[in-house]
C-alpha cells in the first residue's frame, strides 16, 4: 500500500512540475502580451490627456479675453462716474457760490 501511495504521489509531483513549467511559459508570454496592451493604452490615455490640455487651455485663453473686456468695461464705467460726479460737484460748487 505504502508503494501504491508513494508512487502516485512521486506521478503528481512530477505532473505538477511539468504542468508548472508551461505554465509559467504561457503565463510569460501572457505578461508580454499584457505589458504590451497596458503600453498601448497608456499611449492612448496620454494622447487623450494631451488633447483635454490643449482644449482647456484654448478655453483658459477665451476666459482671459473676456475676463480682460469685462475688465476694460468696469474701468470706462468707472471712470464715467468718476468724471460724473467731479462735473456735478463742480455744478454744485458754482450754484452754491453763485447764491453767496
Known amino acids: 500500500m505504502r508503494n501504491i501511495l508513494s508512487a502516485s504521489v512521486q506521478g503528481m509531483e512530477a505532473a505538477v512540475a511539468e504542468k508548472e513549467a508551461g505554465m509559467t511559459e504561457w503565463n510569460d508570454d501572457r505578461l508580454d502580451e ?8 497608456d499611449r492612448k490615455v496620454d494622447e487623450g490627456f494631451g488633447m483635454v490640455r490643449k482644449e482647456l487651455i484654448r478655453i483658459d485663453q477665451k476666459i482671459d479675453t473676456k475676463f480682460d473686456a469685462f475688465y476694460r468695461l468696469l474701468l470706462q464705467i468707472a471712470v464715467a462716474l468718476v468724471v460724473g460726479i467731479l462735473g456735478l460737484l463742480g455744478v454744485l460748487i458754482g450754484v452754491v457760490g453763485a447764491q453767496v
Open 34 to 41: 499584457f505589458r504590451e496592451r497596458v503600453d498601448s493604452i
